[in-house]
């Protein structure tokens, strides 16, 4: 949000009313008519058609983020397969004035390994698809040689986290859920993958703080203060994994950037002091709760999950067991998460499935470019996989911000004579 430039402004504001639109409605039992997702799905494409088509991955990341991790039901259709049409069909006009970067082609052995595994074990896993066909048309929009695009996507996460943030603290007391008779915890859906969510915008958040240039004060004043709402949320969601996580990724980012060690200490106490800040107000009671509790019954399920899959047929130890078949391996048959990734992957998806996800999560890392802040990005996302198993079971945010880390790793550095919002 640097300088923006005048033909692009109109732009701005005509998405950022659209993402109002889109967190207007409020109701929890039922869907707006279908006509008016139609038409929202229309005024959301048409621009990324007729002007902005390297806008694509930014746009629909950034509304499929708050659609999908709302308290209500959304505006955007939530078959995936309408996104898929909308790239295509973008693709087929502008393909030519696009020189991109390369595609993630690690994607087609995971999206044809899961096919061919799942359809074995009679599994349905249609959001899993759809989320790896987006990431990899994703590319196709991406120039080669563009110092701006990765400062650009950031705005995606940091805006998601934003919306996301205030709908939490607006509506999250209507979704209350006692714990015990002192302990109250407010979530409308999983609050951990939630929070997963939330640290990304966050984190990006960190980064661009640091490493945009030509910042005009209002953007940083935004930046900072949706960094800390961001934070304050976690805190208040209790989600340890996406706080740990968070900590983690910006540990990393400030011990091995090339900043001067006075503001890595500054910054680091800053940090300090908001944590003791936080804690003195009473918000972090459900968080300490939380940490309290201890792993719980991760490890055993981690244990139970192994232990059955060595005893299960060597095939599957290769090609796995698909989704369905691995999700109830457990000592009563019944479904059981898996609760870590990359366990998710070997018993789903065998040796093979396990290698392709750590190609493809962490080969942004052999690229020369950006790397400390894709080390950054890489290490919260394997952070997060270890608790969670968003990428097995199709979360696209998820993908959406591994492919973040990957452009980060195509893109040279940003110099002061780029302008984001100037050239996107």
């Known amino acids: ?91 087929l006009v502008h393909s030519k004035k696009i020189t991109h970067i390369k595609t993630q082609r690690v994607l087609i052995v995971l999206f044809l390994l899961a096919v061919i595994t799942n359809l074995s074990s009679s599994s349905s896993e249609i959001n899993y698809y759809y989320a790896i066909m987006m990431v990899f048309f994703f590319a196709y929009f991406v120039k080669k040689e563009d110092a ?36 109250e915890r407010n979530y409308w859906q999983d609050p951990n993958y939630w929070g997963g969510v ?74 300090i002091a908001s944590v003791f800040a936080i804690y003195n107000s009473g918000l972090m009671d459900y968080f300490m709760y939380r940490i309290s509790e201890g792993d719980t019954g991760r490890m055993d399920i981690w244990g139970t999950k192994i232990n059955l899959f060595l005893q299960a047929d060597p095939t599957h130890w290769i090609f796995g067991m698909g989704r369905e078949a691995g999700a109830k391996l457990s000592r009563s048959g019944v479904y059981v998460s898996f609760h870590n990734d990359y366990l998710a992957y070997l018993v789903c998806y065998g040796l093979i499935g396990l290698i392709a996800l750590l190609n493809y999560v962490f080969s942004p890392l052999k690229g020369k470019r950006n790397r400390i802040i894709v080390f950054a990005l890489l290490t919260y996302l394997g ?42």
């Open 198 to 271: 939330v640290g990304m915008g966050s984190l990006a958040c960190f980064i661009e703080l640091f490493t945009e240039k030509n910042r005009n004060r209002i953007n940083t004043f935004l930046l900072i203060a949706v960094f800390l709402l961001s934070f304050l949320v976690l805190i208040i969601n209790a989600s340890r994994g996406a706080i740990l996580a968070v900590l983690v990724g910006i540990s990393v980012f400030i011990l091995f950037s090339r900043r001067r060690n006075r503001l890595k200490v500054t910054v680091l106490l800053a940090l």
């Open 383 to 424: 952070v997060c996989l270890v608790t969670l198993e968003p990428l097995c079971t199709g979360h696209f945010p998820y993908f959406a911000f591994t492919f973040y880390a990957y452009v980060w790793s195509q893109s040279p550095e940003m110099t002061k004579s780029n302008s984001i919002f100037n050239e996107h």
């Open 148 to 183: 701006i695009y990765p400062h650009f996507f950031s705005y995606a996460f940091i805006l998601a986290t934003l919306a996301l943030c205030i709908l939490y603290l607006r509506f999250g007391n209507d979704f209350s859920h006692e714990f015990d008779s002192d302990t």
């Open 1 to 91: 949000m640097i300088k923006e430039s005048n033909k692009n402004r109109w732009l701005y504001v005509y998405y950022a009313i659209l993402l109002i639109i889109l967190v207007s409605w409020t109701d929890v039992n039922s869907v707006p008519p279908m006509p008016i997702r139609f038409g929202f799905l229309l005024a959301l494409s048409v621009p990324l058609f007729a002007f902005r088509p390297t806008w694509a991955p930014v746009v629909l990341t950034l509304f499929l983020t708050v659609a999908q991790n709302s308290y209500s039901r959304s505006y955007m259709p939530a078959n995936g397969l309408f996104y898929i049409i909308i790239l295509l069909g973008i693709i």
